[in-house]
């Protein structure tokens, strides 16, 4: 089992929709969890970043952690074509840190 | 906001060859790492260093060495480069924060092709 797995899509919206993108982990030792943008040919960009479980919403976009399940969802609502990216999860904790491979999004105009 | 640049963007050499790539960070982060990326694969850790001089190996060292001299800047050297090291290169940085590595910043990478 991989210690984090995330779909790697693709995954094509149309323009206004809300996306769900998601992530699984084995390690009950994160505590930190991220999510990172990242366009073609370019390094990763930062979006949102929680602690421990919850909720945290920033403008259009809402980051989910549930620890009990291992699960994080990062939901972008009223999508724009300038989100087409590819969206890395990533999850740190007792000196470990792991990246998802990455879940590539197109919304279409 | 947080800058991480890269000495390049674009490299290409040759097999054989010893190829230097730089990373400098502004906010004095005392964690900085080398990754480098491929389809399907994701970010794989090469090297990360969480301090001056300091170095620890992360999942794919083999072919590669840095070098942290200064707090704000972290070389990846492949001491002799071989066609399977074309890769995109990535440098980060971040904070130590209760633990763990904290929330990492990215560079823009250095896409180096290996002939």
């Known amino acids: 089992q991989k210690e984090v797995e995330q779909d790697p899509g693709p995954l094509s919206v149309p323009e206004g929709a809300i996306v769900s993108l998601n992530c699984t982990y084995s390690?009950?030792?994160?505590?930190?969890f991220m999510w990172y943008r990242q366009y073609s040919r370019k390094g990763p960009e930062l979006l949102m970043y929680t602690y421990s479980s919850g909720n945290k919403e920033d403008g259009r976009f809402t980051a989910q952690v549930d620890k009990s399940s291992k699960y994080i969802s990062l939901f972008i609502r009223d999508s724009q074509p300038s989100d087409s990216a590819t969206y890395l999860c990533a999850m740190s904790g007792n000196n470990d840190m792991r990246f998802g491979a990455g879940t590539r999004l197109t919304v279409k105009p | 906001d947080v800058k991480v640049t890269q000495s390049s963007r674009y490299l290409v050499k040759r097999t054989g060859e010893k190829v230097f790539l730089e990373c400098v960070q502004d906010?004095?982060?005392?964690?900085m790492f080398w990754y480098r990326q491929d389809p399907g694969l994701g970010l794989r850790l090469i090297y990360f260093s969480y301090d001056v001089k300091m170095k620890e190996k992360g999942d794919i060292p083999e072919g590669y060495s840095v070098s942290r001299e200064k707090k704000e800047r972290f070389s990846l050297i492949l001491e002799s480069a071989s066609t399977n090291q074309t890769s995109m290169y990535l440098c980060?940085?971040?904070?130590?924060?209760?633990?763990?590595?904290?929330?990492?910043?990215f560079g823009p990478g250095t896409r180096l092709t290996v002939l």
């Open positions: 980060a940085s971040s904070f130590w924060t209760s633990g763990t590595y904290g929330t990492q910043y």
């Open positions: 906010m004095d982060h005392e964690n």
């Open positions: 390690n009950s030792a994160f505590q930190y």
